[in-house]
Structures are given as structure tokens and as C-alpha cells.
């Protein structure tokens, strides 16, 4: 027979499960900080990338095309290939790091391809605004902040980043055939 | 002399345990979001980011601003009533 236990509970002074419950609290803070900044790293890095991705995308908005519609789809595939999955569909590449938002181009969302918001051709001082723009919203908590349902703002924790690349646009084709045949073959060295 | 009880049965305990462990982060997360919603801490935090970030992010100038906000000011290349300007140059 072995020796018999007696265990005396005293609820009122006991410490026991004090530790478990300071750290499941304190976790949440230690935790929250910790991904914050991770997350911050992603979203530095991504920033940085799609200043790439919009320049790459002005380029192949300035090269001449045949028409002016055949520059935008080519920018906005450079920039679908870039920053969304590309040949596979138009969803965010990482949308646990950014997702593109609003934007003029319903299929590459976040993308604005052409004039920008001050764009006046007629203007010496604003005809340079063409080129491209890409929006982003990115998470900066890891941890839900604000009521569900609310608009993403900087209150609920959401960063939305703006990149621009104003390149300007090279005629196309057919504005040059329209130009030069105004000229009616006074000058002409060809499209 | 063997004592069997079923007060000192522990069947159960660490579920028990794990229920209320939950139930008080719970309550602590969400103490902790009212607090932070009242406080505008998000805001807080997030504001560098969101502002001065955001605006060398877009315009390479923590000051500037576009035709977005309004009437462009320190903008690198916009400028109102002059010349454009093609790089950032002091003035």
C-alpha cells in the first residue's frame, strides 16, 4: 500500500495559473508589436517594388504603339504582370501584404493608366502629367483595430500608398498619320 | 486506508482552465480595442505612415502636395502660375 496524499486547497492565497494568465496577456501586446513591424517590413519592401513596377509600366506606356489604346493595354500588362498574378488572373499578388485600390482600370484594380489628376494637353505646364499610378492598401496591425465593417482609414490600421511615374506618352501611329496628313505632304518624313 | 473522492477528481481541469483563459483574453482584447478606438491610437501610430510617409512615398517630399489634396505645393514638377520644372531644384 502506498503512502496516501491529502491536499489542502486554499483558494483565497493561491498563485498558481498567475504566470499563464500575465503571459497570455501580456502576449498580445508583445505579439501585436513584434508583427507590426514585420509587417512593416513587408510594406516598405512592396512600396518599393511597385515604384519599379509603375516606372516599368510608364515605359511601356511612352513607346510608341499603333494606336494610343494599344500603349494602355501595354502598360497595364506590364503592371498586371508586376504587381498582380499576371497571365493567371488580376488578384493581388500578396494580399496578405497590399491589395490595389480604386483606380480607373476596373481590371487591374488600383492602376490608373494615362492622364493624371491635374492632366491638361492644352497646358505647357501640365501636359506632362501622363503616365502611371498605382494605389495600395496594406494592413499595418496584425491584430483587428476598429469596428468590423469600417471604411479602411489610418483609425482602423490600414495604409493606403500611392505610386507615380509620369513618363509622358510618345505619339502613336495613327496620331501621326492624322497630324501629317493635315500637312497634306508639305512635310512629311513618314509615321 | 484508501479515501476515493470526487472533489479532488481533476477530469476536466484543463478545459475548464483553457475556457476561462479565453474568456479573459477576450475580454482583455476587447477592452484593449474600445481603449485604443477612444484614444485614437491607431490614428496615432499609424500617422506617420499614413502622412509624411505617404507623401515622400508619392511625391519624394514629406511636405508636398498634389493636385489629389487640393492645389499642388512643394510639388517636385507641378507649379502653379510658372514654368514646369523637370527635377527637384531649390527655390
Known sequence: MGSQKIKIFTRGTSESGQSLIEFALSILLVFGMLFFFIQLAFILSWGNYVQYATFMSARAYLSAGTTRTDQEARALEVLSRMVKQGVISNADRFPSIAVGEGGDDPTVKGASVGGGPGFNPDSYDLSWMQGVRYTFRSRLFVLPIGKPGKVPAASTGQAVLTSESWLGRDPAYRDCLSVMQQLKGQIDNGC | ?91
Not at chain 2, 490614428?43 to 487640393?70: M, Q
Open chain 2, 1 to 91: 486506508m484508501e479515501l476515493k473522492s470526487t472533489l479532488v477528481s481533476e477530469s476536466g481541469q484543463a478545459v475548464t482552465e483553457y475556457v476561462l483563459i479565453l474568456g479573459i483574453i477576450v475580454l482583455f482584447y476587447g477592452g484593449l480595442m474600445t481603449v485604443i478606438e477612444k484614444m485614437n491610437l491607431a490614428e496615432r501610430l499609424a500617422a506617420p505612415i499614413v502622412g509624411s510617409y505617404a507623401r515622400t512615398y508619392k511625391y519624394g517630399n514629406p511636405t508636398a502636395k498634389g493636385f489629389d489634396e487640393g492645389t499642388p505645393e512643394n510639388h517636385p514638377r507641378a507649379v502653379i502660375g510658372g514654368k514646369v520644372r523637370l527635377f527637384i531644384n531649390p527655390r
